[in-house]
């Protein structure tokens, strides 16, 4: 019974997490101080390092899924606590850096923030296969939420059976999230406004 009141107690929590986050997230992402008039230094540096936090978090997926196959479930607790700080670290400089800078546009090599014809045909269909994974990534980023606030709390409460059943699902939608995020990254990071 105590278990069941401990994933009633983080329901109302994780609902209301899983909708703030990407309401504010969308908020912030269309506030930008640079064109608000606000004389703030844009965040540059920020891009490679959170892209290393998406590479490490898919790394730390990996290993906190083979220890638990390998009956290390400490090991395993401690690897998605790291996961978890990782994913917020990223949000956090992902939002840093929208607030601060203008948004790169793929395949503008003039970096004038828009994409001329002659800039569409250069890149071609890499354009369409960038627009994909960047769109999945972001539905895929707001579905992750509650999932893994989810599988968490059923960690914590004990509820393995339930926890295990819904890691199977949670854990390629992350893993997916954290490396998408990478190859977003690399795909746009030519295109960067500096």
């Not at 220890?67 to 400490?74: D, L, S, T, W």
């Not at 004990?158 to 854990?171: E, N, V």
Request: charge should be positive; hydrophobic fraction near 50%; include cysteine.
């Amino acid at each position: 019974m105590e278990n069941n009141n401990i994933e009633t107690k983080y329901n109302k929590l994780i609902t209301a997490v899983s909708i703030i986050i990407p309401l504010a997230v969308a908020a912030l992402f269309g506030v930008n101080l640079k064109k608000l008039g606000y004389d703030v230094e844009p965040l540059h540096m920020l891009p490679p390092i959170y892209a290393t936090i998406n590479g490490i978090t898919a790394v730390v997926l990996v290993a906190a899924v083979m220890a638990i196959k390998n009956g290390k479930r400490k090991l395993h607790e401690n690897l998605m606590k790291t996961a978890i700080a990782c994913s917020v670290a990223f949000l956090l400089m992902y939002v840093a850096y929208h607030m601060t800078s203008i948004s790169a546009v793929y395949g503008d090599t003039n970096h004038n923030s828009i994409l001329e014809d002659s800039e569409k045909l250069a890149v071609g269909s890499s354009r369409l296969f960038y627009l994909f994974i960047l769109l999945t990534h972001i539905t895929l980023s707001v579905v992750i939420i509650p999932m893994v606030l989810i599988t968490y709390v059923r960690a914590l409460a004990q509820r393995f059976d339930k926890h295990k059943k819904l890691a199977k699902i949670t854990f390629p939608i992350w893993l997916y999230v954290a490396i998408t995020g990478v190859i977003v990254y690399v795909m746009i990071s030519p295109y960067y406004v500096k």
